[in-house]
């Protein structure tokens, strides 16, 4: 794949992500939602993450799984402050 083509491809993503993670965050309240859509609000604020990183990686270089990682564990700790409430 062409980095060109590659860093669109993921701009592309990061601003849908971004986008449904806005909407996400407008029209749904936390303390009412299913567990569906706690899902879904993880998986968009993962994919928003990893892409942000991504974009970032053409600054710095930072190997894939160092991404993945971070973005899991940035996921993990929200998930852990929510169980905590």
Do not use: C, E, H
Not at 28 to 48: E, H
């Amino acid at each position: 794949m062409k980095p060109r083509f590659f860093i669109r491809l993921n701009l592309i993503l990061t601003i849908v992500f971004l986008i449904i993670f806005v909407a996400i965050l407008y029209s749904i309240d936390p303390f009412q939602a299913s567990r569906f859509l706690i899902i879904i609000f993880y998986l968009t604020l993962f994919g928003l993450i990893l892409g942000i990183l991504n974009l970032l990686n053409v600054g710095f270089k930072i190997p894939l799984w160092s991404r993945i990682l971070i973005a899991l564990t940035a996921i993990a700790v929200l998930i852990l402050q929510r169980r905590n409430f």
